[in-house]
């Protein structure tokens, strides 16, 4: 038996020593994975908080024969992804019942989201997280797609339809926020 | 994906945030202060949120039927139950196949006349 699945096993007795090295070992992936979808450090933390938590209320699903860093991926990819809707719902909801908003649009040299890849990032919040979540797997984690597949529960034709659907909308949100984004 | 995405992609690959030394620490303390909370808060605080409308409505409707069995008056308001256990005999009845003396003097003498009547 490798020496992470014996922690599983320990981890699952209830062992807090082996729940304990858990964190430690796989926090780092955790934490990298989060990264990609927010982009602060309280907002990281956070969410891996939670995903740990949820990893020790639910360890008794992990199977004998599977894969554990595949399965907390798949935690994690399910926590930011809950996380992001919700993001989205309050956004929404404060765009509609929110303090009205300026007529006088800012200046772009103004605004700091637009300096540098600050237009890239806009075009990419934007985006809705079942498409965004996907193209971040396959360009900057560099997963397959049978690993996208595997990691958010969907087909593989459902993550290429994703893929091409995420890419189309995004060139469509750069074209919409300037020529600065080209 | 044009070539300035490619880029930004390629600077995302390095926006990583480490965990602290002491993040272990804190998990399992977090994780067990929220279990502790649980086991307090008992089964509501432990259900998911989508579940609980589910939960709530079921009770209502448990609770409804409950009221309903017990407060309205269920048809045919004397079963056979009913009929077995309670009696319909008139009081003269009573004295003639229980055997039983009425309650009153003046009762068993409206009897006695009665049947001297008939």
Redesign the interface.
Known sequence: MSFERELVVRAQAGD?AA???L??QF??MV??L???FFRY?ED??DL??DV??KV??RINQVRPDENFPGWLRRVTINTCYDELRKTRRRNAAFEIYGPLQESEPVAPSADPERDD?GV??VA?EALDPKLKIPL?LK??EELSVAEIAKTMGITETNVKVRLFRG?KK??AN?AKLGPT?? | MNSRMDEFFKQEKSRVFEPDPYFPQRVMARVAARLQEQRENGIWEGMKAGARPVFALALVLLLAFLAVQLFVPVLPPRGPIEAFLSTDQSPDEQLIYTGVDPSSPELEQMIIITEDGQ
């Open positions: 807090g729940q304990e090295e964190v430690r926090s780092p934490f990298r989060i990264s990609r450090r990281v933390e891996a908080q740990f938590f020790f209320t890849f890239a990032r990419l971040i360009e900057v890419r995004l060139a750069l984004a080209k």
